[in-house]
């Protein structure tokens, strides 16, 4: 126990973190310099680097996410082999920064996500949500050498919250302002955002999921163009916006007007979902429906911010994810939200890129400090808890 | 943190174990006063109590942990749910046992294993091993207010061992002695010892599963008999041993004369295994048979000390799990092992029942004391690392 007590000590510590996300493409690896505890916390960003997932790994994971895929023999293996492969890219990073694996203090690892289901279910009287990561943290922490604190959404979960999002206690750490009030807004596969009204405090911070971000999008140009995704926006910007097909696609969307708190997980803007809304549209232009959908992500996270959110005057948002590279959503933004300075987060260090692995470490580092980091207003929880399982090292 | 720091500082410690086997019929829960640490741990046995699982979960269980119908979705429902099960049982446990949940420092979960490939396999070049373990240790902890330490298999197989036999720690712990050579002898499904020589260090143990236990026993008594087992070897005792057909199992078993350190799992001595072996035997007597199969596993642990072993004059064989109260088995190894002195585990508490539960009490409690507690020799690990992982409430 003994090094784990003087980690306890520390007032300031080397932390690593790290995640894949649902699209399984990389794993992103942050190092940061934290400061104090709590509120007080001050991040400093040291290094980040993204490690390509070899193809042949991404489709074993995502076979193994799918309820008809996906049997308990992969599940064994992959939670011990993404460990090992998350534990070598932790290693060859260190080196990279400059460090040896000594240096480092904590890790934080959010894990591979293979299942959600935040929707309270039942089974012999008990009521329960639940979500699955996997990479074990134990395996991190002992091919590392280092203390690594894991799967942080469990805990939420066993106090009936939904277990994201998680993002808005970094929201409010490093983000929250006297000046202004704030929406920090993530456009990854689906959207999310957190609102943090000026000199706000930890429990008056609104956050949820407003729909659709990539996946849709993304979905078109793989299946109709042939483009892991729509760079630049080439294709959408050569089409028009189609309104007919915009109103369309927002009536089958049952999740974009309903109040928050709401959060949705990949199971809702499904290929499946896009099929349906264009079979009406067989004529029209791939561009044309391209354009339309990319443009629908743009309008549902504006008609969020306004019915919900209802902004004063002047406030910021400030874009992460995916997203925030896509001219399109971020003109319509600007567009629908005319009152609103909108820009990228790039702020104390923290990027489009590295803000969920910051996130991570800040996570596993509060654990650590003893605080509670889920938000019960935001994830539907009983009680704020302390999130996060240690793996001694 | 404090919470966990002011456990830290504690000599002795209330701690519950918990875990519910293979043949998932019931959650074992243990509470234990621990003093001291490592070599020099004390146990105290207060209050054990077996909790029934309901047919219609253990039946989910099993389905889950079939790689033919164990679905990802199922996997991670049932992780949440068997927490708040045993959280559940924990509860009244405590009450039960006329303490407040304030009053108990620890509880150590072994969980409920669903998956166990402990042969080594390679993928894109990563060699691992792998093991799953449910029943999320933060719903345990969060839902009993009790720091959990849980999943400590995973640590071993972290550094390539094969994730058991952990209870060679307890039998060390507890078991050895300045007067004699002994054996801690485990019949479940599958039967695995423990060596201790006299007045033996840590890493003079051998441990080791010599192969079947109750699995077959099991099997043919509910397949052909209708029981779930056979109680007191009623059945059994009315047939005659077989030597052609002992002698036709034991060409089957590839297992059994294999050198130590060896493991094996549920996959080896199936229905698949019986129906082979029993093909050419359709007109023999259905209770010669059982008589048979229940005089191999007797058999296959004598061969198993007799050549492994090779004690000295005078050893003792303390017994736990179900085949302890199997009397022809019990009869079976004083016959072949005349010079033994052979009984039940029934030492400080410790019983045929309760004895795999202390094991996660103590476990977790040493994982707080920062002690590594697999042992390579016996894991095949490539070093001891401390096991679990810690959940803060």
Redo the contacts between chains.
Sequence with gaps: ?????KI?NKKERLVIGILSGTSVDAVDIVLVRINGKGQNSRIEVLNYKEYKI?I??KN?ILK?????T????D???L???I???YA?CINKFIKKSGFSNNDIDLIGSHGQT????PKS?K??N?K?????QIG????I???TGIITV??FR??D???DGGGAPLVPYLDYISFRSSKTDRILLNIGGISNLTYLPKNCDFNEIIAFDTGPGNMMIDYISKKYFYKEFDKDCKISLKGELNTKLLNEILRKDNFVFTEPPKSTGRELYTEDFVEKVIRKYKNEKLENILHTFTEYTAYAISENIKRFIKPKNHFEILVSGGGANNKQIMNGLRSYLPDAEIKNVDMKGITISNKEAVLFALLANE????NKTNLKSVTNAKRN?????????
């Excluded at 126990?1 to 007590?5: D, E, G, I, P, S």
């Excluded at 996906?70 to 023999?73: A, H, L, T």
């Excluded at 293979?114 to 289901?117: A, E």
């Design positions: 126990m003994l090094k784990l007590q306890l070899p042949i790994l074993y193994a996410s799918d309820k008809n996906g049997f308990v023999d599940i064994c293996r939670n011990i082999l460990g090992k492969f070598s293979i299942h959600h289901l279910e089974y012999l008990i329960y949500k639940s979500t699955l074990d943290p134990s395996v922490a002992n091919q894991g799967d469990t805990a979960i066993a106090v654990t650590l400090n003893g808890v302390i999130l996060g399982k240690i793996c001694l090292a």
